[in-house]
């Protein structure tokens, strides 16, 4: 099933679920979607940032570096090569609270610019995986 909005794409496919169930011989039909995760959102207020300094780029690296890591170097040994990936410590990536404090710049005179000053949290339930065909989301 193919579409833009993930909530009809899902009603649809359950609905197509439960008829394949039906036909005798076809056992357990199953869906690649799964019921959606609780997810950290932040809202940047633009304006603010802006006025700060920090572009919205900045803050979004930082997050992305925060939770994901980023790639920083390769260390060569003995004909291999390792990944050295940066990330944040856990303890300040755990909660939203601990997040507020990340810096996303600095100002001129070299004080931090805290996540927290330019973007607010907020939590939601997100899908855990979206999958794609041709740049369309899909529900098979």
Known sequence: VYGKDLDALVAKAREVQAALAEIPGLQN???NVQDATPELRWNVDR??????GVTFAQIAQTLNA?????LSTYYQSGGNQYPIL????????????A???LPVGYAADGTP????QVATSSTALGPNQINRQNRTRTVS
Do not use: C
């Open 66 to 70: 925060a939770t994901a890591g980023q």
């Open 29 to 31: 039909p199953d869906l």
């Open 47 to 52: 304006e603010k940032a802006r006025a700060l």
């Open 113 to 116: 610019i805290l996540l927290g």
């Open 86 to 97: 940066v990330q944040v410590p856990q303890n300040l990536r755990n909660t939203a609270a």
């Open 99 to 101: 997040m507020r404090e």
